[in-house]
C-alpha cells in the first residue's frame, strides 16, 4: 500500500499520521519524511483488522512549523 500526497510549496517535511480513530487520539504511524508518498509497513494489528482506518498529512517548513492543514482521507485496510 502506497499514501501519497501533492507537493506543496514552502514545505521541507511531511508529517504522516495514521489512526484507528478519526480524531487521531491514538496512532498506529507518526513519521517524518521528505517524500510525497509512504508506504507503511502494515506490522502493527489494526493494519490487519479490515477496520476503518484514517491518515492525515501536514507539510512541515524549515521552522519546524506546520505550514499546510493536515489533510484527513480514510480506508479500510488488509483484511487477514
Same mark, same amino acid.
Given at each position: 500500500?502506497? /499514501?501519497? &500526497?501533492? %507537493?506543496? /510549496?514552502?514545505? *521541507?517535511?511531511?508529517?504522516?499520521?495514521? #489512526?484507528? $480513530?478519526?480524531?487521531f487520539s491514538t496512532s498506529i504511524e507518526?513519521?517524518?519524511?521528505?517524500?510525497? +508518498? @509512504?508506504?507503511? *509497513?502494515?506490522?502493527?494489528?489494526? @493494519?490487519? #483488522?479490515?477496520?476503518?482506518? @484514517? &491518515?492525515?498529512?501536514?507539510?512541515?517548513? $524549515?521552522? +519546524?512549523?506546520?505550514?499546510?492543514? %493536515?489533510? /484527513?482521507? $480514510? &480506508?479500510?485496510?488488509? $483484511?487477514?
Amino acid at each position: 500500500m502506497l /499514501l501519497s &500526497w501533492n %507537493p506543496k /510549496l514552502g514545505v *521541507k517535511q511531511y508529517k504522516l499520521q495514521v #489512526s484507528g $480513530r478519526p480524531d487521531f487520539s491514538t496512532s498506529i504511524e507518526n513519521v517524518m519524511t521528505d517524500n510525497t +508518498a @509512504y508506504a507503511p *509497513k502494515l506490522s502493527n494489528v489494526a @493494519y490487519l #483488522s479490515g477496520n476503518q482506518l @484514517y &491518515w492525515r498529512v501536514a507539510g512541515v517548513d $524549515r521552522t +519546524a512549523t506546520s505550514a499546510t492543514t %493536515p489533510r /484527513l482521507s $480514510r &480506508w479500510a485496510c488488509c $483484511r487477514g
